[in-house]
């Protein structure tokens, strides 16, 4: 396998692990709107997975968001666009790279980038998402723990 298939290969394996997981899904597959308010600006991209908006739209009914938890819920949103942003934006730079031109430590510096970037969106969109959680009421929490439990979420190591 060459360099550049096996990087290839990993960040599909990178990207994939964010997909198993609800919230981070849209790190690996979509670009957040420009009306978003995100940091970037960008229009959103159609993949085979939901755009981040679907995404977006699809929790908060599943999620059942309430009136009062609006305010945590955008917060979740604008990380989860975010996190798209920025995970586009390593993907352009892999797809820029002469593959005949990486070297076995450019593959592993590429694959370091995309963990780094998968810890520090899981770190941001944990945050977020804790303070969502703890503003639900029991009930709903238990509707969360089922939508992320559905997602295929607990089946990923440590990169869900």
Known sequence: MSSFSRTIAISALVGASMLAGPLT????DSVAPAATGAASVATPRETPRETIEQRITSL???????AGEEADWNGVTKVMRENAVAWEKL???KSAKDPTSMTAVDDLMTYQKF?????????????AFSTLYQSMPDAQKKVA??????????KVATHG
């Open 91 to 93: 993907m352009a730079e």
């Open 25 to 28: 899904a849209m790190a690996a």
């Open 60 to 66: 908060h009914a599943s999620l059942a968001i309430t």
């Open 115 to 127: 963990a780094v970037a998968h810890v520090a969106g899981l770190t941001s969109l944990t945050a």
């Open 145 to 154: 723990d089922q939508v992320f439990q559905n997602s295929g979420h607990a």
